[in-house]
């Protein structure tokens, strides 16, 4: 089993925000919401979700677990307003991720960590849910 992206929100996709930018800072829509990109691996004992959220604090996300899915947040306030500020693109933007865990996955042993502007987050797979290597039958 694998880990599902889920999603339930109506944001245009930030393709149609790229596509209606432009260089002067002048776009149709708001660049204030963006999605990180997310790495997601299956071990034998576990998986693990990894999001690029560089310039962060741990404090800034939310990570919760509601009936089986996982949702990472981030409600970030502006960066600080300047007058003087002719082109602004840093983006400490909100966001949402969502994801359906799998049955295997031990709910009470999920952890996080961020570091290196990477938050990381191990799903450990019950005991009786990790499969076994395979091996070779010899034949007689």
Do not use: W
């Not at 800034?60 to 677990?65: A, H, K, P, Q, V």
């Not at 970030?76 to 049955?103: C, G, K, T």
């Not at 999920?110 to 091996?135: E, Q, V, W």
């Amino acid at each position: 089993m694998r880990i599902v992206k889920y999603n339930n929100n109506n944001v245009f996709p930030s393709l149609m925000n790229e596509f209606f930018n432009d260089d002067f800072g002048m776009n149709l829509f708001n660049r204030r919401h963006s999605v990180p990109s997310v790495n997601s691996v299956e071990n034998n004992d576990s998986f693990e979700i990894d999001l690029a959220v560089p310039g962060m604090k741990k404090d800034d996300f939310t990570i919760e677990l509601n009936d089986k899915i996982l949702v990472i947040s981030s409600n970030n306030s502006d960066y600080d307003q300047n007058e003087n500020i002719r082109l602004y693109e840093f983006n400490y933007s909100s966001f949402q991720r969502s994801f359906r865990v799998p049955e295997s996955v031990e709910l009470d042993k999920i952890k996080a960590n961020y570091k290196n502007g990477i938050l990381k987050i191990k799903l450990p797979k019950r005991k009786d849910s990790i499969t076994k290597p395979n091996r070779v039958i010899d034949i007689s």
